[in-house]
């Protein structure tokens, strides 16, 4: 494989993206809802003659490019580091295809950024018309980033047909367009402008939150009333444009959800279905709150409760975009490339073959050879003993074997932390992990792991090395009878444990 793996020890790379993304994600649609906002709530106070509304938002627009031309700005770029150490081989393939797309993206950004400066240097600086202008050319090219980057995230999930049917080809980017404007394409944009329309108006709260309520009671009221009409859309079209947006999603990758949905009544619950539930549950406080503490009750809106309503709407978002990611899995871009960067074909059937650690290019060329040997003196098919742990043999097939997971399954897992290995497989004997791992790897039509892994790939002989490794995580040689005792739950029986009772 064309690139070296980056372990992140407990939290996993994936949690590293998502610590960052979390934080970004409601400031980049705030960001884009806030361009929105502001020209839109100046016109109505030019119009109306409302002049007591202008410090407000003059203060507002202050706020907004702190927020977002920093901590936004900071964070996005962050992303983009992240996610290329995290899956160098996927943020490759869409720099290949979306070059072009970036170039647009960043053209916007400028504009964007740009404009949000000028725009609050100038209150009070230049005529109202000249002002209103350059608020609308901002929130125009606002609107215009999300336009564009909505195109290449939607690609992820749903690449469409067209595109599949050239990628590996080398031919991809002739089908930009349809990339871009993928099947979720449009369901994808709809939702995040919602998103963008009620992350504004929530912003504005905060903003407005902090006017006394006591001393200008009329404008508070009014400001956190029009403020709050702006969670209206979101709460009245987000379950269409949902709904919209999974039918379009292909039945094999709605696994995770129908599978959390339908074991509900055990007690089960998927982080899909965890993710849309706190969602929905999250979304419906949102509006109780802000319908009977802000709308209904104005002059007592406070800080506390603007910033109790941001953050549900944080985790909102937050867990929406976790479950986004999880309808994605096992795939880093839909039905082409799995999380660990490895593309259904050719790469599996070609690994298979060839094996996965002798195309590593971060391999050396003696370690390769050294296992070629060990690997040609074993009798072809001998099931290999768990010989003299200390040998070369031994070692060599640890070795392998943890390259093997880190390479393959590191995307998702962790060994002692997020989604750890080890406990996961712990009460399993090497027998056990060995079916477990040729489950992985027969990656059969009926294997319920297709859900939401990526088949384990490479020749036979890697494949027993990370049978090898993941035993010896579990399974302490000569300790096991001990654990395995000490971990049942009746102690009764164990003959060593009857030391001191009382
Ligand atoms: C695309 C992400 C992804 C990759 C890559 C991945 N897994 Fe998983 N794995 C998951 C998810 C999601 C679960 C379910 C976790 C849970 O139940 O909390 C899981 C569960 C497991 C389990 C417990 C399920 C069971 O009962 O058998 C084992 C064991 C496991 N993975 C091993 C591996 C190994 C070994 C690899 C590498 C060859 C790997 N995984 C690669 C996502 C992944």
């Known amino acids: 494989m064309n690139y070296p793996v980056w372990v992140v020890p407990l939290l996993g790379t994936g949690w590293v993206v998502g610590l960052i993304a979390i934080t970004h994600v409601p400031l ?36 907004f490019l702190i927020l977002t031309g920093v901590f936004g700005v900071a964070t996005g770029v962050g992303i983009w580091f992240a996610i290329g150490l995290a899956s160098p081989e996927g943020t490759s393939t869409l720099i290949h295809n979306f070059v072009f797309g970036w170039a647009i993206e960043w053209t916007f950004f400028l504009v964007e950024l740009t404009t949000a400066a000028v725009y609050y240097y100038t209150w009070d600086r230049v005529s109202d018309e000249l002002h209103m202008k350059i608020g609308w050319l901002y929130a125009a090219s606002s609107i215009l980033t999300l336009v564009i980057i909505n195109g290449i995230l939607s690609f992820m999930l749903t690449p469409g047909a067209a595109w599949l049917s050239v990628a590996g080809t080398g031919n991809e980017a002739s089908k930009f367009w349809y990339a871009f404007f993928n099947p979720t394409y449009w369901p994808s944009l709809g939702l995040r402008v919602l998103i963008c329309g009620s992350l504004a108006g ?76 706190i969602t929905v549950m999250s979304s419906a406080t949102i509006a109780a709150v802000v319908y009977f503490l802000a709308y209904r009750n104005p002059r007592d809106f406070g800080l506390g409760h603007a910033v109790a309503v941001l953050a549900m709407a944080v985790a909102a978002t937050g867990f929406t975009e976790q479950a986004r990611e999880m309808l994605r899995k096992p795939y880093v871009i839909g039905q082409h490339m799995f999380s660990n960067g490895i593309r259904k074909t050719p790469d599996v059937e070609r690994l298979n073959r060839e094996g996965y650690l002798t ?117 302490v040689p000569g300790a096991k009878k001990g654990a395995a005792l000490a971990a049942a739950p009746t102690p009764v029986s164990a003959p060593s444990a009857g030391g001191k009772t009382k």
Not at 36 to 62: I, N, T, V, Y
Not at 233 to 244: G, Q
Not at 250 to 261: D, F, K, N, S
């Open 28 to 63: 980049s649609h705030f960001a884009v809802g806030g361009g929105l906002f502001l020209p839109w709530a100046e016109r109505k106070a030019l119009r109306e003659g409302r002049r007591d509304w202008m410090p407000m938002l003059k203060a507002h627009s202050k706020f």
């Open 202 to 277: 929530i912003w504005a709260l905060v903003t407005a939150s902090r006017i006394d309520g006591y001393e200008q009671p009329e404008l508070k009221a009014s400001v956190i009333r029009w403020s709050s009409r702006w969670l209206i859309p979101a709460f009245m079209l987000m379950p269409v444009f949902f709904a919209w947006y999974i039918h379009q999603v292909p039945v094999e990758q709605r696994g995770l959800l129908v599978m959390g949905i339908s074991t509900i009544g055990q007690g089960v619950f998927t982080q899909v279905t965890r993710s849309a539930l």
């Open 359 to 475: 195309n590593s290019v971060w391999v050396r060329p003696e370690e390769k050879e050294l296992w070629a040997k060990l690997d040609a003196a074993r009798v072809p098919g001998a099931v290999v003993p768990a010989a003299d742990p200390g040998s070369q043999d031994a070692q060599a097939r640890l070795t392998r074997g943890e390259l093997m997971v880190r390479g393959q399954c590191f995307a998702c897992h962790t060994l002692d932390g997020y989604r750890p290995l080890r406990r996961l497989l712990a009460g399993r004997d090497r027998e056990a992990i060995g079916n477990t791992v040729k489950m992985l790897y027969q990656y059969e039509e009926s294997s319920p792991y297709r859900k939401y892994m990526p088949p384990l790939v490479g020749t036979e002989a890697e494949v027993a090395c990370v049978v090898d490794y993941l035993d010896s995580l579990v399974n």
